[in-house]
């Protein structure tokens, strides 16, 4: 089975011009995940394909378009280089999810199709559920848009059954989906990343990891792990912070007020695209 990912930005709410992700099946039109995020990126992605495993399981394939966060592409217009994958790219093959760029815009008709629908109704629907922000969009979306999306233009597979896979590891998506980078620890036992200073506890398998080649990971709530292997070494807040598990999350509540480690997520589109560039998240443009 293939699965379609694309975003779609419009004034969605009146004075505000945002993402729509959708992720949707290409042989019955259902929608699977469906919300709004400042810019489409590589945290948006992972968002479409969690919330999709969540509620329905694995799945074989995943059509996107060929944005630089789901593909390498060395010339404008020119193949994708399948050699050299994305971080949403080495996620998906970690899965065992294929991803199939689209190569022309007959490719993308179905869920263009959807869009044109969704922009003519969404603004609509929201206004009238009193949606003023993101979070009450995202809330209507869920709870209102897409089952009823899904229960007038969703129509039945030509056969019976389901072709997702159940995944029982839901827990550790958080170590798939999330940004990985490759560091070599250095003298003082730290690894450095973005500035941050990462310090690598002893334990009992090495007295430290000097000169060792480890695995930086950053989540979606922006906190940050050393791995060594299939070990973990540490845990970090967003600022590089050390932090056991019950603090990751209070660590990440304060860090700028952030939801995801990526520019949009502050309110500041990496691209200045649409209407949200110049405004912080909260401030309403005149």
Known sequence: MMLHQDGSTHEWVEGWHWDLIVTMDDATNEHYSMFLCEEEGVWSSFRGVRETIEA????????????????????????????????FGRAMARLGIETIPACSPEARGRSERAFGTHQGRLPKELALAGAADMESANRCLAEACLPAFNAEFARPAREPGSAFVPCRGLAALDDVLCEVHDRTVGRDNCARFEGLALQLPADRHRPHYVKAKVKVRR?????????????????????????????????????????????????????????CAPFARGAKPD
């Open 56 to 87: 329905k399981g694995l799945f074989c394939s995943l059509h996107t378009d060929r944005g630089s966060r789901c593909w390498t592409t060395p010339e404008v217009g020119g193949r994708v280089d399948r050699d050299n994958p994305t971080q």
């Open 219 to 275: 989540h979606a709530d922006g906190t940050l792990s050393v791995w060594h292997g299939p070990r973990r070494l540490a845990k970090h807040g967003p600022k590089g912070e050390p932090a056991a598990d019950g603090e990751l999350a209070a660590a990440a509540q304060r860090h700028a007020g952030r939801s995801a480690p990526d520019p949009a997520a502050a309110g500041l589109c990496a691209s200045g695209r649409g209407r």
